[in-house]
């Protein structure tokens, strides 16, 4: 072929498309996406909307190929050839309105090889035997039973295999309403795991029913109580000054062994005294207000031999024991029971310079209220009242042992007499239990009674409870009481009315104890509570203490705790650090704390 009939070849096909190799046959996919390409081309689909619309003009004279190979002057020669003989085809009939025929929903999408409604073999390829289908489902199935196990399988499969106590009980986490003791891996537990369920409530004397609120049963053999070894209790490490103890008490002398808790007297000489014991305490670890505590003891030596001072008593969290300067200053009146030793500047009243003390000397050394308040409210007295669980001593003209069970409260009574009249105070046997001949000294008065206790619960071959219940109420005080218990059984009682108002001293009520109480034990000697018999008394001996359990009443709400809203004790303790820290600071005075200035006594 010449140029000339190759360029006409190629205007007659402007820009035209090299012919494919193969010509696709007509029923297949290719031809007829080809043939939509070509109808979209042409404007015979789409040609009234869309990217589509635009129409091509008509008239429009075909540009010279770019593939013409004939010399300029023969090109411009064919050029005039060309426009004569070629016709240019006819616009394609585009309108506005595209023919329902042109397009239809049911056709295949343009722009979307997915989409064609067609029942084409080619495209509609369902089956059950998919592989791939099947693990699309089987992992949707996975995913939604693992979801069902972990959010219900698990929990009810761990509800089945955990162990439930029918016993019901109650307590701030201790045992919950099923009567179930919660165990976290490496967090205490207030309620001891191997405590036997048949302990986990009790009937009180008032006909309420007591649940179980803190346990220590001493099981685990080993124990040691230096700061820092235990949650709730820690041995201390001084020398007993306030009682004149003749011991130094070190926490080393404490240990548990064949589930009991052991305290050790020894002779041994260090400090510069004679001997050496321990006192476990549970200040500002664990507190309760209200309620009944109860231990089981083996008292250490026998029941011949005076002088030994085994005790297990409570005290408000605002007094450390053995912290001299932390136990001065309380009462919740503004009378004449808060002067410096009971006395106006004048030296009156008479009861007090006459006979107020039982030696006819000085009643009180007590020096009055402290300069600041623990809170909430200034107007309430604070203080760090004791009961005492038992003091255990030998009735050296009966020989027989027997413990003195008391209220230590201040201020004080003429003479230290409290109200012992029956309607106030109650003696359930008067053939074990008397009213004890010690009453107080400057320092405190003692609301006591002693009772006799059997000589075979002695250095472990024997054991015996004690302990207390008691109530009090600071919007209706007259409620207040405490009732003692000696080997199990009630031993005395005293009431509000056993501490009244006593007008030949001039003091208001003075209060059941209102404030959050720590436990302590301690195993002592001191010749102000007992003279020692030194022929009879054996050293090492021991004192064993089987279990300490607390109970509350089902209507006390935050009663356990040594900081609760209603008589707060944190912060106070953290604003006065010497006195709550330093053993050595025996008064509050020392501990550079300051008393208020009292209307009645320094005028205004």
Not at 14 to 22: E, I, K, N, T, V
Not at 401 to 413: D, G, H, K
Not at 474 to 500: C, D, H, L, N
């Amino acid at each position: 072929m010449n140029s000339l009939g190759q360029q006409q070849q190629y205007q007659q096909q402007p820009y035209g498309p090299r012919a494919p190799s193969r010509t696709p046959s007509v029923g297949s996919s290719a031809y007829q996406h080809g043939r939509a390409a070509q109808d979209v081309a042409t404007g015979a689909i789409g040609g009234g909307y869309g990217p589509y619309s635009y129409n091509p003009q008509a008239s429009r004279d075909a540009a010279p190929s770019r593939f013409s190979t004939a010399p300029p002057s023969e090109a411009s020669h064919n050029d005039v050839q060309s426009r004569e003989r070629i016709v240019p085809a006819p616009a394609p009939n585009n309108s506005s309105t595209v023919p329902p025929y042109l397009w239809d929903t049911k056709d295949p999408d343009l722009d979307d090889m997915i989409h064609d409604p067609r029942n084409d073999s080619g495209w509609a390829g369902f089956t059950i035997f998919s592989f791939r289908g099947w693990v699309n489902a089987s992992a949707i199935v996975v995913l939604m039973v693992g979801l069902i196990m972990l959010f219900a399988g698990y929990p009810i499969i761990s509800w089945y295999r955990r162990s439930h106590i029918s016993t019901t009980g109650y307590n701030l986490g201790g045992i919950n309403g099923t009567g179930q003791v919660p165990k976290l891996p490496g967090m205490p537990s207030l309620i001891d795991a191997v405590t036997p369920s048949s302990a986990f409530t009790r009937k009180g004397s008032d006909g309420n029913t007591y649940n179980l609120v803190f346990s220590d049963e001493f099981n685990t053999d080993g124990r040691t109580f230096y700061p820092g070894d235990d949650a709730y209790w820690e041995a201390v490490n001084f020398n007993y000054w306030p009682t004149g103890d003749l011991e130094w008490y070190d926490p080393s002398t404490i240990t548990t062994k064949d589930g009991k808790l052991v305290i050790t007297l020894s002779e041994v000489q260090n400090h510069d005294l004679n001997f050496m014991s321990g006192m476990l305490q549970s200040w500002n670890k664990f507190c309760f207000t209200t309620g009944y505590i109860e231990v089981s003891v083996s008292m250490p030596g026998t029941a011949e031999a005076a002088g030994l001072w085994p005790a297990v008593w409570t005290m408000g969290n605002l007094g450390r024991a053995g912290y001299g300067a932390t136990t001065e200053g309380n009462y919740d009146a503004c009378d004449l029971g808060t002067f410096p030793n009971q006395t106006a500047q004048d030296g009156t009243p008479g009861a007090y310079a006459t006979a107020g003390s039982l030696s006819g000397n000085e009643l009180s050394f007590l020096p009055g209220q402290r300069g600041d308040h623990p809170g909430p409210s200034n107007n309430v007295g604070r203080s760090a009242p004791e009961i005492d669980i038992f003091e255990t001593q030998i009735n050296v003209t009966l020989f027989k042992a027997e413990v003195s069970q008391s209220l230590q409260t201040a201020p004080f009574n003429y003479k230290y007499e409290f109200v012992n009249t029956s309607d106030a105070t109650t003696i359930y046997d008067d053939t074990i239990t008397q009213f004890n001949s010690y009453k107080g000294g400057t320092t405190q008065q003692g609301v006591s009674a002693t009772s006799i206790i059997d000589s075979q619960n002695f250095g472990g071959n024997g054991y015996a409870t004690y302990g207390y219940e008691w109530w009090s109420n600071p919007s209706k005080r007259s409620e207040g009481y405490v009732t003692w218990y000696s080997q199990g059984v009630e031993s005395w009682k005293i009431t509000a009315a056993s501490i009244g108002p006593d007008p030949l001293t001039q003091i208001s009520q003075r209060l059941i104890p209102e404030e959050p109480m720590y436990i302590i034990m301690n195993l002592g000697l001191s010749p102000g509570f007992q003279r020692q018999d030194w022929k009879h008394l054996v050293f090492p001996t021991s004192i064993y203490v089987d279990y300490v359990r607390v109970y509350q009443r089902d209507d006390v709400k935050d009663g356990v705790g040594c900081d609760p809203a209603s008589h707060p004790t944190a912060d106070y303790i953290n604003n006065h650090p010497v006195a709550y820290a330093d053993y050595n600071a025996t008064t509050w005075a020392q501990a550079n704390y300051t008393f208020p200035r009292n209307s009645l006594y320094d005028g205004c």
